[in-house]
């Protein structure tokens, strides 16, 4: 029997199941039911076909991680719409250039940012403009609480499951973001895979500390809704809260960035309550966390980790290193640092140049490439763009852009990006095996590994590190000391030969390193961005 995979159906069931369940707890403490939270997506839906919002049509939403967002995003999905988030920390110049280039209709911004939207407003292609509290807002917004409150019923349009229903724009880091299509196909296959492996039940209760925008918050807007459980919101990030509101809520299941996962360590030193009535999953996500921290939230806080990794283009998510067969008490920690197995009908492969599978040795290195349902449909306006994307070392298969080996179990391991891998001398250094390395010393509270310019070896290993002690004018440890300490941990040639300490290091919303900022200041006087040894 054939049935088209719809996302509007994850609220439906929601709404049909759980109606009288709570939902959500909002940020200023309101608790919200299944149908409360319906009754105000369908006003927003209604809302939007008032002032002209068609199937097809964009509707973008610039939100940080309140209930709005979430009503907002089913409220344009329900009516068609293809759902837009926007990256909060963006500058109004990005948001000029996404708003246009997706040919956004209507938009719904949180209070706090609406501002960045009016500097550009005249700029841009949309002609809706909603948001939560108009008298913070200067410009002719409307409220989304009294749309809600005023609409009549929406008429639902007949949809098919290849039909675009997000655009989610990358970060943009090595140029203009570039929109990630998604169908309701790709993004319910997405969710019923973050299901599966992330061990969702309708007893779960999710804090949203991941961003929403960053890929519908890793598909959990879709997956947490569908399967009944609650959202706990959050307006920014506080590690005392976090803690806090975890034994509060009984909070089940939360996403923390690496960055994220420092914080709360950080704050942990003190000695804290870390967990209520119910286990606690963690899920984190790219490169993994130093087996210190793994076995610190683990071990100390007594929490799950889950360590998966993906892209915005993949869903995001397509594998994770929870390998319960494969684990044992003495790799236990190794395998969680791993990005590990595919997800269920996901196609991981390593690829050398000619698109040929690399050994499964756990040394050679490759390309990670990927084919699965959850894989976006194209970039939007950008059919060059797509095209290298799936076809530049193998055909039909995404490119993930990472270096990784994998092993005789078919785990993968990132070792590096294409563009930040070392060569010195030839010789093929990744620098996340350095910076593990840097990690170990006690005066190291972060540390990000990059190739430098080198006369003699056309690169080096250079490593930017924030001190444990937060002064890089008085780091508490030398460069020398740092240098040698990399020596006795790492073959000779893999040691760290120049450092720069720094106050921080420069991320994305999603607290993944800017390495390229990096490469990028370190390789301003070159002719070009790689040695030449």
Known sequence: MYRPLLVTEFLDRARRHYGDQEAVLATDGTRYTYDDLGKRADGFSAALQERGIEKGDRVAVLDPNTHYHLEAAYGSM????????????????????????AGVD???ADFAYAEKIEAVRDEVPTET???????????????FDDLVADADEYDRPEMAEDDIITINYTSGTTGDPKGVSRTHR????HAYLVVAHQH??????????LPMFHANGWGHIFAVTGIGARHVYTRGIDAEWIFETVVAEDVSYLCAAPTVLNMLLDYYQGGVETRGDVPVRCATAGSAPPEATIRTVEEDFGWELLHVYGATETGPLVTTSDAQRLLTDDNRFSIKKRQGLGWLGTEIRVVDEDGNDVPRDDDTLGEVVVRGNQVMERYWNKPEATE?????????YYHMGDIATVDEHGMISIQDRKKDIIISGGENISSIEVEDALYEHEAVAAAAVIPAPSDTYGETVKAFVVPANGDPEDPGVTAEELEQFTGEKLASYKKVRRVEFVSELPTTATGKVQKYELRKREWEDEERMVGQG
Not at 129 to 143: K, L
Not at 200 to 209: C, E, G, R, S
Not at 388 to 396: I, K, L, M, Q
Request: aromatic share 14%.
């Open 106 to 108: 209507a938009i719904y």
């Open 78 to 101: 329900q009516v068609g719409a293809v759902h837009t988030p926007l990256n909060y920390r963006l500058t109004p110049d990005d948001f000029a250039y996404i708003l246009t280039d």
């Open 129 to 143: 403009f909603i948001t939560n509290d108009t008298s913070a807002v200067d410009g002719d917004w409307e409220s």
């Open 200 to 209: 969702l039940t309708d007893a779960d209760t999710y804090l949203w500390t």
């Open 388 to 396: 290298e994307a799936f076809n530049a070392r193998v055909e039909g």
């Open 186 to 189: 790709c993004e319910t296959i």
